[in-house]
């Protein structure tokens, strides 16, 4: 018999069900074990299912035909390489610690005021292994993320922020009035020492972390050709931009949290700060965007 023979790469069904069954033993064990931090799920990241779910997820949107700085796209890769020895380099990358993120390509998008936004196109190559990470660490820091945060989650879209909004405002002597706020350029500034500290509160695994840092650090080739560090942020276009973005955002949420906890919450404590003229508020959240509700017996 010839052992030596490559091993099978699973088909795109039987992927999906093994990639889901890693997400829900993972979101289990993070909503049961608070203080858990995991330290063995790089292997996970490698798992040929979970780079199969992220080649399809990446392949099938419709970036797949933007190139990022090697100007692969996903007709070279299906036409000229092949997804599975494309899948298997990659692996092979990731597993012998080879695997370099190359810097972002800069593209501009207008906006409807006149300004531009700036995007990060990652390759194709690191797309995959972001959306493999953002299968991995997803379910872990859902279980720790709040009611109040909707932006980039599973599930939840801005139309459920807004009716959350309108369910408050609806009820009478409830909240009238709504403060929104945005965290100017967000993504950019976004501090890559506490994000790394907050990623490893859940996460051990020190090549999960060096991954992470290395998808940060990357750097940007910009419109004109120079190369640019990235000391801060992290770059909208990247898979799991979002996802970290979440989780450094995360701190908003919690000390919104905190704060109703032990100030407002039960009715008796909102009752009294209205009798000395406070606040009594609650925030909800849309990635950067932030729409606080204040009650209406204060501000009126």
């Known amino acids: 018999m010839n052992n030596d ?12 069900r093994r990639v889901l069954d890693h997400q ?23 798992d040929r299912a979970t780079l199969v779910v992220a080649w399809e997820r990446v392949s099938g949107n419709r970036g797949a035909r933007t190139a990022g700085v090697d100007a692969v796209t996903r007709y070279h890769i299906e036409e000229r390489h092949g997804v599975i020895p494309f899948l298997e380099e990659l692996r092979s990358s990731l597993k012998d610690g080879s695997f370099t993120a190359l810097p972002v390509k800069q593209a501009v998008i207008p906006k409807k005021n006149g300004k ?52 408050f405002t609806r009820k009478p002597s409830t909240y009238d009035w709504v403060i929104e706020g945005d965290i100017k350029a967000c993504f950019d500034n976004v501090d890559h020492h506490v994000l790394m500290d907050l990623v490893a509160e859940r996460i051990k695994d020190r090549k999960v972390l060096r991954l992470v840092s290395a998808f940060l650090r990357a750097g940007v080739v910009e419109l004109h050709g120079g190369f640019a560090e990235t000391l801060t942020g992290t770059p909208q276009g990247g898979v799991a ?3 970290l973005a979440n989780i450094y955002l995360s701190v908003l949420d919690r000390y919104f949290s905190r704060i109703w906890n032990t100030e407002m919450n039960p009715g ?33």
């Open 5 to 16: 023979a490559p091993p099978l790469w699973p088909g795109s069904m039987t992927a999906g």
């Open 24 to 46: 829900i033993k993972l979101h289990r064990w993070a909503r049961n074990e608070p203080d858990r931090r995991f330290d063995d799920v790089f292997n996970l990241i490698c």
């Open 116 to 167: 531009v936004r700036y995007l990060g196109i990652p390759t194709l190559r690191d797309r995959v292994a972001q959306m493999a990470l953002k299968l991995v660490l997803e379910p872990i820091f859902e279980a720790d993320f709040y009611p109040s945060s909707y932006g980039y989650r599973p599930g939840r879209r801005a139309q459920d922020a807004i009716a959350e909004i309108h369910r």
């Open 241 to 243: 931009s979002p996802l």
């Open 268 to 300: 008796a404590r909102r009752q009294a700060r209205r009798r000395k003229g406070l606040p009594n508020y609650r925030l909800v959240r849309y990635a950067d965007d932030c729409a606080p509700r204040t009650q209406r017996e204060v501000l009126m």
